[in-house]
């Protein structure tokens, strides 16, 4: 199978390419830079130049593959809308294509479990949170990758943990190290009890390559290894790993010490992922995020050099 990935030299998109190129497929990866394209031949990939704003080059991307593996986003939080409205309009673009082309062609588009946001363990059939603001942006997302199903398309969405983990950026927590390191302590909010689940970017990238293979159209899938870790375990972790005091601060000073990421850190976000286990028979075998925040930490440090 030859795939087209967007993001393809992100922090899991890498880890996608390695995970299609070891099964067997081809991958022909969207880069923005020289430096993408070099990284994408080292693995073995062919890149494609381009951005997610040039519509002709997606189209062209998706028409040449038998699968596309939509993984960029532009993380604009101040345009944040815009953001939302780029990713639609790329989903559009190469969902076309797919559909106009007809034959089992698969598209699978990344969303996350944090527009599910709930007190209980969200599951794959629950539908994001339009009370929600970030859900009510972001969500519209979904629909329209699985409305695709309807054309033909072995249309499925992907949805993230909040912290996907590992050798890099590792999402929230990674934002945890740093935030840490800039202000002298490891924080949460409160008793700490909120939760994240959790997943390691190679277990995630095992997702994305299963539903490229076997989804049934209008398929969702959880990539989460861990239901729900105590984001006080996590900060507690990045203090021990920093040496630097873990201190819980009141809820109404959360900005002021997180910045936007105050929203993960005020977050209960916790998800199943047992309908993805049993229909794709994914089996997540990589560390915990507890397990990876030695080498989260280190990252962070090396950035801040």
């Not at 559009?92 to 709930?118: C, I, N, P």
């Not at 970017?201 to 299963?210: E, G, I, P, S, T």
Request: with cysteine; aromatic share 6%; glycine share 10%.
């Amino acid at each position: 199978m030859r795939v087209f990935v967007t993001g393809s030299t992100g922090f899991v998109g890498t880890a996608v390419v390695n995970e299609l190129l070891s099964a067997g497929h081809q991958v022909l990866g969207l880069t923005r830079s020289d430096s993408g394209a070099d990284k994408l031949k080292a693995q073995g990939a062919e890149p494609l130049h381009g951005t997610l704003d040039d519509l002709d080059v997606l189209k062209k991307g998706a028409a040449e593959c038998d699968a596309v593996i939509h993984l960029a986003f532009v993380h604009d939080f101040a345009n944040f809308a815009k953001s939302c409205a780029t990713d639609r309009a790329a989903i559009e673009a190469m969902g076309s294509v797919l559909a106009a082309a007809g034959g089992d062609r698969a598209l699978v588009v990344t969303s996350g479990t944090m527009l599910l946001l709930s007190r209980k363990p969200a599951t794959e059939t629950d539908a994001p949170d339009t009370d929600n603001a970030f859900a009510a942006a972001r969500g519209p997302s979904e629909s329209l990758c699985l409305g695709f199903a309807k054309q033909g398309v072995r249309a499925s969405v992907v949805r993230l943990a909040p912290t996907v983990h590992g050798p890099g950026s590792s999402g929230f927590t990674g934002m945890f190290a740093s935030i840490a390191m800039q202000k002298g302590v490891s924080a949460y909010v409160g008793e700490g009890q909120n939760r994240w689940c959790a997943v390691h970017r190679d277990d995630a990238a095992k997702v994305y390559r299963l539903a490229a293979e076997k989804t049934i159209a209008g398929s969702v899938f959880h990539a989460v290894a861990e239901e729900g870790v105590p984001v006080r375990e996590i900060a507690t972790e990045v203090g021990k790993c920093l040496g630097v005091p873990v201190v819980s601060i009141p809820a109404e000073e959360a900005e002021s010490h997180f910045g936007w990421v105050q929203f993960a850190a005020l977050a209960d976000n916790t998800a199943s992922s047992a309908l993805t286990r049993e229909q794709l028979g994914w089996v997540p075998t990589a560390p915990t995020v507890i397990e990876d925040i030695p080498i989260i930490v280190d990252f962070a440090r090396s950035q801040s050099a």
